[in-house]
Nanobody, 113 residues
Framework: QVQLVESGGGMVQPGGSLRLSCVPS????????MGWFRQVPGEQRELVAR???????TYADSVKGRFAIFRDNAKNTVYLQMNNLKPEDTAVYYC???????WGQGTQVTVSS
């Protein structure tokens, strides 16, 4: 099994930046790809960014050019750097590992003036 622990959420003003971190543990050898999803109340969870084991990245159109997903193999950590944040980025952000389907506990990101 894979366990995921996220950190780095918080409140920021529009135009600000935050960096989310996700640290996997357990059967990490089984991880093929990791991603960040987000969810607002009453809506479906949506993919924000994904990085494959080979380093290929995928982004939602709404965050292209503003967000970056990357990994630090030495720290066994996956990051989501979020720049130029907008109020519509407000959501609970979840880390996900494939193919295990493991989810982190979620971290709240609030963008508000």
């Amino acid at each position: 099994q894979v366990q995921l622990v996220e950190s780095g959420g918080g409140m920021v003003q529009p135009g600000g930046s935050l960096r989310l971190s996700c640290v996997p543990s357990g059967s990490t050898f089984s991880i093929n790809a990791m991603g960040w999803f987000r969810q607002v109340p009453g809506e479906q969870r949506e993919l924000v960014a994904r990085i494959s084991s080979g380093g290929t990245t995928t982004y939602a159109d709404s965050v292209k050019g503003r967000f970056a997903i990357f990994r630090d193999n030495a720290k066994n950590t996956v990051y989501l750097q979020m720049n130029n944040l907008k109020p519509e980025d407000t959501a609970v952000y979840y880390c996900h590992a494939a193919p295990s389907g493991a989810w982190g506990q979620g971290t709240q990101v609030t963008v508000s003036s």
